[in-house]
């Protein structure tokens, strides 16, 4: 008979969250709460694992589907009313027990809202349980602010008797400092049988899990009881705060675990790493760095301050220069980034590639070597390779209804401040003149150019300032705070000489 089962229990709305999103979808570090308890979950139990779910069922099982592929296999069941925890763990007694026989000799059960508890502890607690040879094992922690958490109440031997829901709880029981974590070892078969006898006679009408320790210790079973030092992996989220706390606890941890691999940080404190989130050794990322999402980056990478990277792959050696953007994109090696670009999702850049400031690409592949160094907007468009994109470029890939191809193929050279109007395309080796806009195809090595020819007028310039000086008197001699000033007015001078001394006359 396998060992260890795992009961996740995420059915509860949250109410103290105040939100519209149900507390186990809330993200931590990038995730939902609900991944860290199920992997976890996987990670320890041999046998199968359930989850619990109920609030927002259809959300949440969502979830669960689409992130099938990171857990072990799992089963879903619902807990159609929310009833209370006991009544949760009582939804998984037919995947549990099927044909009233148990399928692991014990369970973990897992609240779904402590997404710090450590794997080692779980595994600590499940070797506890088989040691004490217990009908129950429970997890607590001596808490510096008890409030909220159910208590421990300990007989005079030390042995645990129950446990204590805070708005049931008297002045003595309240003041105890030690809080039960909401992790649990049971024998499969007493489980079943405790929680078939849950009554909801409590200030909250719910049927408490936590009853089911009173009634091992009524039993005669034997209760054991783990006490963990470190309080900061058993909280439970259940507000904005708590929940900003663990944030910070995680963020921490896995900033810990990149440095530990060999990335620098100049400031920790600010650099945000999502958990998903994998960094190449001798990456250097400063303040204020963010890493969203499934991104990756190569090893040697230079990140610099107040970017972000979402869901991207970035090669190895990649410079992304300060306040860039890059979203849903994939770059390669020794490209280069910034500062103050935009990659939008879809973009490509290949290897030696560079994107400068303030240009943006969308949908977008810039070939190896190919630069679109400034001002520039590149949307739905191939650059193939060693292609000079010049500033100000724009490829016009949206005429009010659909968006159009733009096609720039290898050394192709766009001149500065052309448009491109999609879609078309720009033949190999072709040279493009700055300023014109191109509407028709351009054939390989053929310069197309679309301006008006310039006129010049000699002395054109000289002319009208004469004309204009003849016009307007010189203005007399004061300070340039003064000059023009109306007495007794509040606005500042005009920068247009001489304005005011034409409207004074
Ligand atoms: C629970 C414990 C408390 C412990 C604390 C640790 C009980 C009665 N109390 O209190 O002793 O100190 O956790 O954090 O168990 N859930 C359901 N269905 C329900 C109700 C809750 O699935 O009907 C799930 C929730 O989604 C959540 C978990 O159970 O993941 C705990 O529920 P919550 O309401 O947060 O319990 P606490 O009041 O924190
Ligand atoms: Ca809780």
Redesign the pocket.
């Known amino acids: 008979m396998k060992k260890f089962s795992a009961i ?9 969250m105040r939100s519209k999103t ?3 979808l809330h993200p931590v570090a990038g995730r939902p ?2 991944w860290y ?1 199920v992997s976890l979950a996987g990670r320890v139990a041999d046998a199968r694992v359930v989850v ?4 927002q069922a259809e959300r949440v099982r969502a979830f669960l589907e689409q992130s099938k592929a990171e857990f072990e296999p799992l089963d879903i069941v619902l ?1 159609p ?9 009582q939804q998984a007694r037919t995947v549990l027990m099927p044909n009233g026989k148990a399928a692991s000799r014990h369970c973990l059960i ?5 997404p710090l508890l450590g794997r080692a502890t779980v595994k600590r607690l499940l070797a506890r349980h088989e040691k004490e040879k217990a009908a129950l094992t429970i997890l607590s922690t001596d808490a510096t602010d008890p409030r ?4 421990v109440v300990r007989d005079g031997k030390g042995h645990v008797v129950k ?1 204590v ?2 708005p049931d709880a008297g002045r003595a029981e309240r003041a105890i400092r030690e ?4 992790t649990y070892v049971v024998e499969t078969s007493f489980l079943f049988k405790a929680l078939a006898r849950l009554r909801a006679r409590n200030v ?1 009408g ?6 089911i320790v009173g009634l091992a210790v009524a039993e005669g079973r034997r209760v054991a009881g783990m006490k963990t030092a470190d309080a900061s992996e ?5 507000t904005r705060e708590h929940l900003a706390c663990v944030e910070q606890v995680m963020r921490q941890r896995i900033r810990t675990r990149w440095l530990r691999a060999g990335v620098t940080m100049l400031d920790p404190r600010t650099t945000l790493i999502d958990d998903a989130v994998t960094i190449g050794a001798d990456t250097v990322l400063y303040p204020g760095v963010t890493l969203e999402g499934r991104t990756k980056i190569g090893a040697g990478c230079v990140i610099r301050s107040h970017s972000r990277v979402s869901n991207s792959v970035v090669g190895k050696s990649v410079t992304i220069e300060d306040s860039s953007v890059v979203d849903s994109a994939v770059v390669e090696d020794q490209a280069t980034i910034g500062p103050f670009a935009h990659l939008r999702p879809g973009s490509r850049l290949r290897k030696q590639s560079k994107v400068g400031n303030f240009v943006e690409l969308k949908n977008t592949e810039l070939g190896a070597g190919s630069k679109a160094n400034h001002l520039t907007y590149l949307g739905d468009t191939s650059v193939g390779k060693q292609v000079n994109v010049g500033a100000g470029t724009i490829t016009c890939n949206y005429d009010g209804y659909r968006k159009e191809r733009t096609m720039i193929e290898d050394e192709a050279f766009i001149g500065s401040g052309a448009q491109l109007i999609a879609p078309v395309r720009v033949g190999k080796g072709a040279v493009v003149g700055a300023g014109s806009t191109i509407t028709q195809d351009v054939p390989a090595d053929a310069l197309a150019l679309s301006r008006s020819p310039q006129v010049t007028r000699e002395e054109w310039a000289a002319k009208r300032r004469a004309d204009f000086l003849e016009k307007t008197p010189p203005a007399p001699k004061s300070t340039p705070f003064s000059r023009g000033r109306k007495k007794g007015s509040k606005e500042p001078p005009s920068p247009l000489a001489g304005e005011g001394r034409v409207r004074g006359k």
């Open positions: 996740v229990i995420a059915a509860g709305r949250g109410k103290r149900a507390k186990v709460l609900l308890m619990v779910i109920g609030h807990q009313d929310q009833l209370g925890t006991g009544h949760a763990v897992l609240n779904a809202d402590t909220g958490y159910g208590r446990v829901e805070e809080v039960n974590v909401g909250q719910e049927y408490y899990l936590t009853d058993c909280i439970g989220v259940n």
